[in-house]
């Protein structure tokens, strides 16, 4: 069964300071979450953090950061990652420099990824990527995702894949999770709604996803956690969060 938790990237409004994130964190916490993800944090010396997580009962399960510092400050990662007990290192997304080169970008991230991976795998995590829409863009008859599961190190070159993005490229989001079975630790959990304007993000189980084709998928792929993300929310982000939550185990998931 795979373990939920709460990408802070939703909350980054209320993470600007040491005092906002020890408020959110607390908050977290009282809507009945376990383990959060670190992303878009403001500066807070990485020990204080984690006596702020672990007063409020929370694991850090995984983190974004950008690929620079992962690729130029490994060590100073891995660290961070030891003093969090903190096994999930994740990058955001492919940084636009590769992008502009198309194809041949997407392949030279792969190796250049695999290459960072590699050395936060020798000190015993796991680097994983979290794709956008961006990378269902296809090069002669390939999208840049497949491009990238297959010309990076599968023995290194985990996946993060977000549902709401895999819908808006057009793809399946729970095919994706499956055909990268063994290479899916970690999945975000975001909901697709059609709104005046168009596709919205929205709670989790509240849109259009196919909420037990992916979660059969998730069991099927050996997924551990499953982590609830909401970019943008038309709502308190905290209540989103809460919604998602309560859905979720309305689901089975607990």
């Given at each position: 069964?795979?373990?939920i938790?709460?990408q802070?990237?939703t909350?980054?409004?209320?993470?600007?300071?040491?005092?906002?994130?020890?408020?959110?964190?607390?908050?977290?916490?009282q809507l009945g979450?376990?383990?959060?993800?670190?992303?878009?944090?403001g500066p807070i010396d990485p020990?204080?953090l984690k006596?702020?997580?672990?007063?409020?009962?929370?694991?850090?399960?995984?983190?974004h950061?950008s690929?620079?510092?992962?690729?130029?400050?490994?060590?100073?990662?891995?660290?961070?990652?030891?003093?969090?007990?903190?096994?999930?290192v994740?990058?955001?997304?492919?940084p636009p420099?590769?992008?502009?080169?198309?194809k041949d970008?997407?392949?030279r991230?792969?190796?250049?990824?695999?290459e960072?991976?590699?050395r936060?795998?020798?000190?015993?995590?796991?680097?994983?990527?979290?794709?956008?829409?961006?990378?269902?863009?296809?090069?002669?008859?390939?999208?840049?995702?497949?491009?990238?599961?297959?010309?990076s190190?599968p023995q290194?070159?985990f996946?993060?894949i977000?549902?709401?993005?895999?819908?808006?490229?057009?793809?399946?989001?729970?095919d994706?999770?499956?055909r990268?079975?063994g290479?899916?630790?970690?999945?975000?959990?975001?909901?697709?709604v059609?709104?005046?304007?168009?596709?919205?993000?929205?709670?989790?189980?509240?849109?259009?996803?196919n909420?037990?084709?992916?979660?059969?998928a998730?069991?099927?792929?050996?997924?551990?956690?499953l982590i609830v993300?909401?970019d943008?929310?038309?709502?308190?982000?905290?209540?989103?969060?809460?919604?998602?939550?309560?859905?979720?185990?309305?689901m089975?998931?607990?």
């Amino acid at each position: 069964m795979s373990k939920i938790a709460a990408q802070l990237y939703t909350l980054r409004d209320y993470t600007k300071t040491p005092e906002d994130i020890k408020v959110t964190m607390h908050k977290v916490s009282q809507l009945g979450y376990k383990a959060v993800q670190l992303s878009a944090l403001g500066p807070i010396d990485p020990v204080k953090l984690k006596e702020i997580a672990d007063e409020e009962g929370l694991y850090i399960c995984a983190t974004h950061d950008s690929f620079e510092r992962l690729r130029d400050k490994t060590q100073d990662v891995i660290e961070e990652h030891k003093l969090w007990n903190c096994k999930y290192v994740g990058v955001g997304s492919m940084p636009p420099e590769y992008r502009k080169e198309g194809k041949d970008g997407f392949k030279r991230f792969a190796k250049e990824a695999s290459e960072v991976a590699r050395r936060l795998a020798e000190a015993g995590f796991v680097f994983v990527y979290h794709n956008h829409s961006f990378e269902f863009q296809k090069f002669d008859g390939k999208t840049g995702l497949e491009i990238l599961y297959e010309e990076s190190d599968p023995q290194v070159f985990f996946s993060e894949i977000d549902t709401y993005w895999v819908q808006h490229g057009g793809g399946d989001p729970a095919d994706w999770i499956r055909r990268l079975k063994g290479r899916a630790p970690v999945v975000h959990f975001k909901d697709m709604v059609m709104g005046k304007d168009g596709q919205m993000m929205a709670e989790v189980g509240e849109g259009n996803l196919n909420w037990p084709a992916i979660i059969e998928a998730c069991d099927y792929a050996g997924v551990e956690w499953l982590i609830v993300e909401q970019d943008i929310c038309q709502r308190d982000p905290f209540e989103s969060l809460g919604i998602s939550l309560k859905n979720l185990k309305a689901m089975g998931c607990v």
